[in-house]
């Protein structure tokens, strides 16, 4: 009987799995992850206030988000004209990391132990080497952020240059706040800081 019993539900499962493809199942739910990927601007602008005011960023910055990596929410920022992509973490606290850690002598350690957890599973860094540290400033608003160049496996270009940058605000209902990092990694080649700049001196933070 309970043999029987394990094989109805194995049949009603698979008839709700085959009825879920035929009638659009998949496509309804690919359109309601490609609608919270790819939001009207207007509607990010509006839904991501948490991580700034995004509402002067010029068009040639497509605005996107993510699902969470590594527990971490992320939005994107991808240069259209060149496809770098600039993304920003909510790291939730201000104990990972801060924006009074760029000055201090701790940056390298904490920002390739970060890199480490945030990089994609098949993307190794190696030779991480902070070669400058500045200052953008932003309507105002103090991110502070270095430049590195590392080397990478598994992927066409080896050597990398990247910025990271780093601001605080509070999340909507949230206490204390919380680190946004901002992150970008690119081929050395192709390395663009105007891209960069631009977007991040565009935003209020």
């Avoid at 005011?53 to 971490?72: A, E, K």
């Amino acid at each position: 009987m309970g043999c029987l019993k394990s094989l109805f539900k194995k049949i009603v499962v698979i008839l709700i799995v085959v009825a879920f493809f035929a009638f659009g199942g998949f496509s309804y739910v690919k359109k309601l992850i490609n609608d919270y990927q790819n939001p009207p601007r207007n509607e990010f602008v509006k839904a991501e206030k948490d991580y700034g005011d995004f509402s002067s960023v010029s068009s040639d910055y497509q605005l996107t988000r993510s699902f969470n990596l590594f527990g971490y929410k992320k939005i994107n920022a991808k240069y259209i004209p060149t496809g770098q992509k600039i993304t920003i973490f909510d790291l939730k606290d201000t104990e990972k990391l801060s924006s009074k850690d760029f000055t201090s002598n701790e940056i390298n350690e904490k920002t390739s132990l970060l890199l480490d957890k945030l990089k994609d599973s098949f993307i190794t860094f190696e030779d991480f080497k902070i070669v400058q540290k500045g200052i953008y400033i932003s309507k105002g608003q103090k991110v502070p952020y270095i430049k590195f160049s590392a080397k990478v496996k598994n992927v066409p270009f080896k050597n990398v240059i990247g910025i990271m940058g780093a601001y605080e605000t509070k999340n909507e209902k949230a206490k204390d706040y919380s680190t946004k990092l901002i992150l970008t990694v690119v081929d050395a080649k192709a390395f663009n800081p105007t891209i960069v700049s631009s977007f991040i001196r565009a935003v209020r933070f």
